[in-house]
């Protein structure tokens, strides 16, 4: 028999993210062996999130994001492969009004949809984590995303950082609120219910 996980859905090449999200949650509500709530993460993300553009930081933006990030920590803390991490850092510690956490998808070069989380500021993304693969402008940040971005694609859903404080508090970890199986992902339970 063959699994679930490796039956590959075609999705057209010029595909939006949107699009691209929309297979991803068929195939995953038809996948066999699935032991979560009723609704996925794609679901989730697809009913509550939004594209987030490339969208250019002002110079008063940019220097309020780089306040922002030597508020949460140094920059040798910025950890790859630690998007949640770094992200609600972020959030929670930048101080400033216009700063949320996101959790959804990234979908870099037209490649596979990965779970990603970044902050926004004023609705202009702030990726700490992964890096572009040219550099330019903003110092020692000029591999990182402030605010504009080519060829990648960011859909995510804003999620309040008390949850992420919750967690940590809880657990001691920095992890994913949706795609949280460690606590029987209690978001997309809530969600199942109140559509139930």
Wanted: charged share 35%; proline share 6%.
């Amino acid at each position: 028999m063959v699994s679930p996980r490796e039956i590959v859905m075609p999705v057209p090449a010029t595909a939006s993210i949107r699009e691209e999200l929309v297979v991803e949650a068929r195939w995953f509500r038809a996948a066999k062996g699935w032991r979560g709530p009723a609704v996925t993460v794609y679901d989730y993300v697809l009913w509550h999130g939004r594209e987030y553009p490339s969208l250019a930081l002002t110079p008063e933006e940019l220097e309020r994001a780089l306040r922002a990030v030597d508020r949460a920590g140094p920059p040798r803390s910025w950890r790859r492969k630690k998007c949640f991490y770094n992200a609600q850092r972020i959030a929670m510690f930048g101080e400033d009004p216009g700063l949320r956490y996101v959790e959804g998808y990234v979908r870099c070069g037209g490649g596979l949809l990965i779970d990603h989380a970044w902050a926004t500021l004023d609705a202009k993304v702030l990726d700490l984590t992964m890096r572009r693969d040219k550099r330019r402008g903003h110092g020692r940040f000029r591999d990182r995303v402030l605010g504009t971005f080519e060829d990648r694609a960011y859909f995510g859903v804003e999620l309040d950082t008390r949850l992420a404080r919750e967690r940590i508090d809880e657990t001691g970890t920095s992890s994913p609120l949706l795609n949280d199986w460690e606590r029987d992902w209690p978001l997309l339970r809530r969600e199942a219910e109140s559509r139930a």
